[in-house]
């Protein structure tokens, strides 16, 4: 089983960059003071006349004051600077992985910057995008609705495990012995010969 899943990572992956593709794509198209008030801040309420009218036809000032929200007199809150930061660095860092995946560019590759793309790059895309997911879903992760965890809480289950499993690793006694191993290093065997 662990061949089949070792075989399984790059179209993971792949399945990955879609994913947050098209994330990406839906979240810059609705894009808007009333789905991210994170992002831009509070709104100024000003009070003006707006025209009435149906269709193409002639418009008249209405007799009522209406109350408009105005956004962007303000600049971003440090929460939605730093949700839209990560996302976009975790983004292209995916983007990297994704292209660094294709047969011809992994061709052009030492084993030393492929290892370092894939390992070292695919952890920071992985805290970027964990942070990208706090920063959004921060005021929902402890509070339930209908006594269910918030999305926000469920989508870091797995990365923070898999985070938590990789903290041994990074360790210098374990980390010492897995640099050797992988520069070639073989545990000596004593063999024993028998005497006739």
């Known amino acids: 089983w662990l061949d089949n899943w070792l075989k399984m990572r790059k179209q993971l992956g792949l399945l990955m960059l879609f994913a ?21 801040g509070d709104p100024v309420e000003a009070s003006a006349y707006v025209m009435e009218g149906e269709g193409w036809g002639p418009k008249t000032e209405s007799l009522n004051r209406t109350t408009i929200k105005v956004f962007g007199t303000e ?16 983004f292209a ?3 990297i992985l994704g292209i660094t995946s294709l047969p011809s560019v992994t061709a052009t590759l030492s084993w030393k910057e492929f ?11 992985l805290i970027f995008l964990c942070a990208h997911n706090m920063f ?8 339930p609705s209908c006594g269910i965890p918030s999305s926000y809480q469920y989508a870091l289950y797995v990365p923070f495990l ?17 640099a050797n191993i992988r ?14």
């Not at 600049?75 to 975790?90: D, I, S, Y």
């Open 183 to 196: 520069t070639g290093y073989v545990r000596n065997v004593i063999k024993h010969e028998e005497t006739v």
């Open 75 to 90: 600049k971003m809150k440090w929460r939605g600077e730093c949700f839209l930061m990560t996302g976009v660095f975790g």
């Open 93 to 95: 860092l995916v983007v």
């Open 20 to 40: 947050a593709s098209i994330h990406a794509c839906l979240s810059v198209a609705y894009m808007s003071p009333t789905y991210h008030g994170l992002v831009y």
């Open 162 to 178: 898999t985070i938590l499993m990789k903290l041994p690793m990074v360790v210098p006694p374990l980390s010492n012995h897995l």
């Open 115 to 125: 290892a370092f793309i894939q390992s070292g790059l695919g952890w920071t895309a």
């Open 136 to 143: 959004l879903g921060w005021p929902y992760i402890n509070a």
